[in-house]
């Protein structure tokens, strides 16, 4: 249990220590342990809003099998703490680790002999501190998987540069990752991979622009069909004489859009206000 009275202090993500890998351990929890597992607990409480911390704090939990001494398992020990399915909660661990670095916090990194070793990652001086929704980092997972968390980290923090946002949503991210080749078809270097992302981001701001343009212009529309039927009729000299042009090519297919058209000039009738 946590303790209880006074006030216990925020933690904070350096306050939190390595993860212990120990998958065999079993009995009560040693003293480390228990300070380990309070910590933890404590961290479950406090950061609830700071989802990657919880995340961290699930990790050594995991890890270090600290959950036994309250639980039976750790499917139980995910479902009562941060209830959640186990396989969201080891996805909110994959992206904790680029949430980390973009708030500016020690990154985890795990070597190949499953020891772990602290890196500086704070951000540089210039660079302010940013978070990252849980969907968000989420998104980025093909880039973490490809080419590492500090990369991933450096792809979200040029989108927000370029599109100008503190945060940057779940879809935006997801409709620019999904654009970027993974490392097995195209393998990119760093300056291509963040030349790639800003080139993205910027052609979907300019995007977002135009189709907030068009909802502000109730007459863009209307206007662009207008349009659209006096070139076709000044291109063509009417309908009839460009049916008669394609039907001398292929009968069927003229009669085929005649018809369509036909069709779509009934309704446009039916529909508009008379004037």
């Not at 350096?14 to 961290?43: F, K, M, N, T, Y």
């Not at 109730?218 to 042009?245: I, L, N, Q, W």
């Amino acid at each position: 249990m946590i303790a209880q009275g006074r006030p216990q202090p925020m933690i904070r993500a350096e306050d939190l220590p390595e993860p212990i890998d120990r998958p065999d351990a079993q009995g009560p929890l040693s003293s480390d342990e228990e300070e380990r597992w309070e910590l933890c607990q404590r961290s479950f409480q406090q950061f609830q809003q700071a989802w990657w911390v919880a995340a961290k704090a699930l990790d050594i939990s995991l890890r270090g099998r600290l959950w036994r001494r309250d639980y039976d398992t750790a499917e139980a020990f995910i479902g009562v703490v941060a209830k959640m399915s186990t396989s969201n909660a080891y996805r909110q661990i994959a992206g904790s680790e680029v949430a980390a670095i973009l708030a500016g916090s020690t990154e985890i990194e795990l070597e190949s002999n499953d020891q772990s070793r602290m890196r500086d990652s704070a951000p540089a001086r210039d660079e302010q501190p940013l978070v990252i929704s849980q969907r968000a980092a989420e998104a980025l997972t093909p880039v973490r998987e490809d080419y590492g968390a500090a990369a991933a980290a450096t792809a979200y923090r040029a989108v927000a540069e370029v599109t100008g946002k503190d945060k940057v949503s779940q879809k935006t991210i997801t409709g620019i990752v999904q654009q970027i080749p993974r490392k097995a078809e195209e393998e990119l270097n760093e300056d291509e991979l963040s030349e790639r992302v800003r080139a993205l981001a910027k052609e979907q701001t300019e995007k977002d622009a135009a189709e907030k343009d068009a909802a502000a212009d109730p007459f863009k529309d209307f206007k662009a069909y207008v349009d659209a039927t006096r070139e076709f009729s000044r291109k063509t000299k009417g309908m009839a004489a460009a049916y008669k042009k394609a039907a001398k090519v292929d009968q069927a297919r003229a009669d085929k859009l005649a018809s369509q058209l036909r069709d779509h000039i009934e309704r446009a009738v039916q529909n508009f206000p008379d004037v």
